[in-house]
């Protein structure tokens, strides 16, 4: 568990991230979304054993990193913090799948060793093409494009809200959790009746803010409906990009680009 | 108990994003119905409460371990049901977006399982029906207990099943059960105790809170159209997906259940076919002396006609092709970061 004010950077620094300017943070939000979105539905799509397959997918999160400038270290420990749950289902699998699917060499390999190698690039591939998205495109261009994908605005403006008062609260909370360890003197997590009140305490002082920033919206002439960030136009840039990597996804779908690759490989050295 | 990616299926991940999306849009356009316009920032601010809380853990009695608040009970019982499932929905989008808590495809599955149990069904049927309109202590106590838990275990139970339909993981049902749910039995009781602690907190502090929360409408009626129009949208959004499989064999798989790799090996017949004879011809020029013990499985699988039912690309081939690929992929990333200018091109070619 990261401590508070880990975390609370680590939301300000996605946003910082997007805030960068390359062409990929030019680019419509919705062409993002909508690629990512693609990405993730086709490797998803594979059979539960493939692996091979699944490798020229790598493709895309490493060009979103490279061409988009993101930090590819701090992005490989946010997936990897991510991680237990699918780890811990799919290591399941070895133990219950135990036919020998195929022999590497002297090495037999069970379908379950493969499904749950095949677990966990699925989960790598799919967490860093969301994180990459985010990068690259930030909460707030990511809730104009899902508004204009036709989420429902209500949906989209409380998003929006969620996002900007998250970093808010988590500092209250932080400051919370501060003080109380001060005056405990390093003693290990309240219990639960105390973390109640503690809880208790941080909702009364969302309720208050909820309050002071519903005057301070009324104030601006707030009339019930929220201006949401403008959108931009979607150009032909927009429209190629989306259409070279759907292309490639699909090449990659029904091609089986390692095995040919591989095929071609062993042949040489023959 | 986030799903993530990893282990669903398009089809099942389809599924729950029709399902959850339509929750979603019901749910605003209640919330747009009742016209309350203090609720807008209050929505977002108890989301970001969510957010703060959960940051927070403490330490669960007599077993060292460390809990935090899961949030969906109190949430339904601060706004209601309609409202609470929206800043629910959000929040765990935001944790799906900055976090990597769950994936993308498998938010919609965790929305329903972390929203719509709890706002849907434990708030009306269990909190409401115990807790009754009064403010009577005990009673609030013991449904918010009472109905956390009974919303932890229906989401649980829900992530047992999503997992098992999409077929990824090789756990049985009956394992998966006997190793969920009792798991989210303690979960769920030290989570019903933190819901009901802090209700009563605020019971003592803000009163009034409580009461107006108590006083909406219950919702009788409209929860089982909204149940009937669900089961409806899985029904159309399961079937027209899984038709979609049976039509487009060589196309994406979409099915849950893979029983043969036949279909791809057809597909990529025509490449396949001219790299065998490649291979082949490569094959007859001798004296190059590498071998490896790879080397003859790799040789035999392009020459047979029928492939083993059960792998597509997993033959020695494919994971040579496979670290291969990885390898390219990354020098492509490396050519292009040495290459500043080629972010230029945003096609990606």
Same mark, same amino acid.
């Given at each position: 568990?990261q401590?508070?004010a880990?975390?609370?950077?680590?939301i300000?620094y996605?946003?910082?991230?997007?805030?960068?300017?390359? $062409?990929?943070?030019?680019?419509?939000?919705?062409?993002?979304?909508?690629?990512?979105?693609?990405?993730?539905?086709?490797?998803?799509?594979?059979?539960?054993y493939?692996i091979?397959?699944l490798?020229?997918f790598?493709?895309y999160p490493?060009?979103l990193v490279?061409a988009?400038?993101?930090?590819a270290?701090?992005?490989l420990?946010?997936?990897?913090?991510?991680?237990?749950?699918?780890?811990?289902?799919g290591?399941?699998?070895?133990?219950?799948?135990?036919a020998?699917?195929?022999?590497?060499?002297?090495?037999?390999?069970?379908g379950?060793m493969a499904?749950?190698?095949s677990?966990?690039?699925?989960?790598f591939?799919?967490v860093?093409?969301?994180?990459c998205?985010?990068?690259?495109?930030?909460?707030?261009?990511?809730?104009?494009a899902l508004e204009?994908?036709?989420?429902?605005?209500?949906? $989209?403006?409380?998003?929006l809200?969620?996002?900007?008062?998250?970093?808010?609260l988590?500092?209250?909370?932080?400051?919370?959790?501060?003080?109380?360890?001060l005056r405990?003197?390093?003693?290990?997590?309240?219990?639960p009746?105390l973390?109640?009140?503690?809880?208790?305490?941080?909702l009364?002082?969302?309720?208050?803010r909820a309050?002071?920033?519903y005057?301070?919206?009324?104030?601006?002439?707030?009339?019930?409906?929220l201006?949401?960030?403008?959108?931009?136009?979607f150009?032909?840039r927009?429209?190629?990009?989306?259409?070279?990597?759907?292309?490639?996804?699909?090449?990659f779908?029904?091609?089986d680009?390692p095995?040919?690759?591989?095929?071609?490989?062993?042949?040489?050295?023959? | 108990?986030?799903?993530a990616?990893?282990l669903?299926?398009?089809?099942?991940g389809?599924?729950?994003?029709?399902?959850?999306?339509?929750?979603?849009?019901y749910?605003?356009?209640?919330?747009?119905?009742e016209?309350?316009?203090?609720?807008v920032?209050?929505?977002?601010?108890?989301?970001?409460?969510i957010f703060?809380? +959960?940051?927070?853990?403490?330490?669960?009695?007599?077993?060292?371990?460390?809990?935090?608040?899961?949030?969906?009970m109190?949430?339904?019982i601060?706004l209601?049901?309609?409202?609470?499932?929206l800043?629910?929905?959000?929040?765990?989008?935001v +944790?799906?977006?900055?976090?990597?808590?769950?994936?993308?495809l498998a938010?919609g599955?965790?929305?329903?399982n972390l929203?719509?149990?709890t706002c849907?069904?434990?708030y009306p049927?269990?909190?409401r029906?115990?807790?009754?309109?009064g403010?009577?202590r005990?009673?609030i106590?013991a449904?918010?207990?009472?109905a956390?838990?009974?919303g932890? +275990?229906?989401?649980?139970?829900?992530?047992v099943l999503?997992t098992v339909a999409?077929?990824?993981s090789?756990?049985?049902?009956?394992?998966?059960?006997l190793?969920m749910?009792?798991?989210?039995?303690?979960?769920?009781v030290?989570?019903?105790?933190?819901?009901?602690g802090?209700v009563?907190?605020?019971?003592e502090a803000?009163?009034?809170?409580?009461?107006?929360?108590?006083?909406?409408?219950?919702?009788?009626v409209?929860?089982r159209?909204?149940?009937v129009?669900l089961?409806?949208?899985?029904?159309?959004?399961?079937?027209?997906l899984?038709?979609f499989?049976?039509t487009?064999p060589?196309?994406?798989?979409?099915?849950m259940f893979r029983?043969?790799?036949?279909?791809?090996?057809?597909?990529?017949?025509g490449l396949?076919g001219?790299l065998?004879?490649? +291979?082949?011809?490569?094959?007859?020029?001798?004296?190059y002396?590498?071998?490896?013990?790879a080397?003859?499985?790799?040789g035999?699988?392009?020459?047979?006609?029928?492939?083993?039912?059960v792998?597509?690309?997993?033959?020695?081939?494919g994971?040579?092709?496979?670290?291969?690929t990885?390898?390219?992929?990354?020098a492509a990333?490396l050519l292009?970061?040495?290459?500043r200018?080629?972010?230029?091109?945003p096609?990606?070619?």
């Open positions: 568990m401590t508070i880990a975390r609370t950077f680590d300000g996605m946003d910082a991230l997007a805030g960068g300017d390359t $062409a990929l943070h030019r680019l419509d939000a919705r062409a993002k979304v909508v690629v990512t979105l693609l990405f993730i539905v086709f490797v998803v799509s594979f059979g539960r493939e091979s397959r490798t020229p790598f493709l490493v060009f490279s988009g400038e993101l930090p270290g701090y992005l420990r946010k997936a990897l913090a991510a991680a237990p749950f699918a780890f811990f289902v290591a399941f699998n070895p133990f219950l799948d135990r020998v699917l195929f022999h590497l060499g002297p090495l037999a390999v069970s379950g499904s749950f190698l677990i966990l690039l699925r989960f591939l799919t860093t093409a969301a994180l998205l985010v990068a690259l495109t930030g909460v707030n261009g990511a809730c104009a204009s994908l036709g989420v429902p605005r209500v949906f $989209a403006a409380q998003l809200f969620l996002n900007r008062y998250l970093t808010v988590a500092g209250e909370a932080g400051r919370m959790a501060r003080a109380r360890a405990a003197f390093g003693a290990p997590p309240p219990g009746s973390f109640a009140r503690l809880a208790g305490q941080l009364l002082r969302s309720y208050a309050e002071r920033v005057s301070a919206m009324l104030c601006r002439g707030f009339d019930g409906s201006p949401l960030p403008g959108r931009s136009a150009g032909r927009d429209a190629a990009f989306v259409a070279a990597w759907a292309g490639l996804f699909v090449l779908r029904s091609v680009v095995r040919a690759l591989g095929i071609l490989l062993t042949g040489l050295f023959k | 108990m986030h799903m990616d990893a669903i299926s398009p089809a099942v389809g599924t729950m994003w029709v399902v959850s999306g339509g929750l979603v849009a749910s605003a356009r209640k919330v747009r119905e016209a309350d316009d203090r609720k920032p209050l929505m977002g601010v108890l989301g970001a409460f703060a809380a +959960q940051m927070l853990n403490f330490t669960i009695p007599a077993t060292g371990s460390s809990g935090h608040l899961g949030g969906g109190i949430l339904a601060l209601g049901p309609y409202a609470g499932f800043v629910m929905a959000s929040v765990l989008t +944790q799906a977006l900055f976090f990597a808590d769950g994936g993308l938010l599955c965790n929305i329903f929203g719509f149990f849907f069904l434990a049927l269990v909190y029906r115990i807790a009754g309109d403010l009577d005990r009673r106590m449904a918010s207990v009472l956390a838990l009974v932890l +275990q229906l989401g649980a139970f829900g992530v999503e999409s077929g990824i090789a756990l049985p049902f009956g394992t998966f059960v190793l749910q009792p798991i989210h039995l303690a979960i769920g030290v989570e019903g105790l933190i819901t009901a802090v009563s907190f605020l019971l803000r009163p009034e809170i409580l009461s107006a929360a108590s006083a909406r409408r219950p919702i009788g409209s929860i159209g909204a149940l129009a089961a409806a949208a899985a029904a159309v959004a399961g079937g027209a899984s038709w499989a049976s487009r060589d196309g994406l798989e979409w099915s029983t043969s790799g036949k279909e791809e090996l057809e597909s990529g017949g396949h001219k065998a004879a490649l +291979q082949e011809k490569t094959a007859f020029l001798p004296g002396g590498f071998r490896k013990a080397g003859p499985e790799a035999d699988a392009p020459s047979e006609a029928a492939w083993p039912a792998d597509a690309g997993t033959s020695v081939a994971l040579a092709g496979g670290l291969f990885l390898l390219l992929a990354g990333g292009l970061s040495r290459r200018s080629a972010a230029r091109n096609a990606g070619e």
